[in-house]
């Protein structure tokens, strides 16, 4: 299967800041079927980007996804109080499907 | 309004069996493309993909879970179910399902339910 490595483990930024978020494939990801979610304290998994590089409905311009092969990024720029979350990358497009371990986003 | 929904029981014993209910609105599982999957957290963990079932009836199961898991569908019903077998400790956990169409990631989740296995 497939393992993907985020880094790094926590991140912590300040309101206005820009966050580089980073997921590397032990393999190739096929037709960068490379998705990414943000998980708030207590709540469940939102997807922000998948196509390792295409915004989900309703999520803003200032999250953007690139990558492809087995290094992929997620890029949030100008950081809210309210982007403080768990950030996991995911891998579509081989069986078994599988997760990254998280970076975990601190806003200071 | 896509919404998914998950039901079951929030406590099982070790070595029963889970049976788990998504029950879905907005969308159908008879349309071509569309695809729904389980997904796992253990608490304080990351997530861990479970199963997946298509509009076609193809499912697909975790690995290491295989032997220990069934996904089923009612569509009538908008309803997927997921069972699995010999319940440990270890499977403690938040369970959610999510709609998953062709065009790529897992778009609507669940709430999610919480289940603790202990005797």
């Known amino acids: 299967e497939i393992v993907l490595t985020q880094s790094p483990g926590t991140l912590s930024l300040s309101p206005g800041e820009r966050a580089t978020l980073s997921c590397r494939a032990s393999?190739?990801?096929?037709?960068?079927?490379l998705a990414w979610y943000q998980q708030k304290p207590g709540q469940a998994p939102r997807l922000l980007i998948y196509?390792?590089?295409s915004r989900a409905t309703g999520i803003p311009d200032r999250f953007r996804g690139s990558g492809s092969g087995t290094d992929f990024t997620l890029t949030i720029s100008r950081l809210e109080p309210e982007d403080l979350a768990v950030y996991y990358c995911?891998?579509?497009?081989?069986?078994?499907?599988?997760f990254g371990q998280g970076t975990k986003l601190e806003i200071k | 309004q896509v919404t998914l929904k998950e039901s079951g029981p929030a406590l099982v014993k070790p070595t029963q069996t889970l049976t788990l209910t998504c029950s879905f609105s907005?969308?159908?599982?008879?349309?071509?493309?569309?695809?729904v999957s389980w997904i796992r957290q253990p608490p304080g963990k990351a997530l861990e993909w479970l199963a997946r079932?298509?509009?076609?009836?193809?499912?697909f199961y975790s690995t290491s879970l295989r032997t220990r898991l069934t996904i089923s569908k009612d569509t009538s019903k908008n309803q997927v179910v997921l069972r699995m077998t010999n319940m440990d400790p270890v499977d403690t956990a938040t369970y959610y399902c999510?709609?998953?169409?062709?065009?790529?990631?897992?778009?609507?989740w669940g709430q999610g339910t919480t289940v603790t296995v202990s005797s």
């Open positions: 999510a709609r998953f169409p062709l065009s790529g990631g897992m778009d609507v």
């Open positions: 079932i298509d509009w076609d009836d193809d499912k």
């Open positions: 196509g390792a590089s």
């Open positions: 995911q891998q579509y497009g081989r069986l078994p499907y599988t």
């Open positions: 907005g969308f159908s599982l008879s349309t071509s493309g569309m695809r």
């Open positions: 393999q190739s990801v096929s037709s960068s079927y």
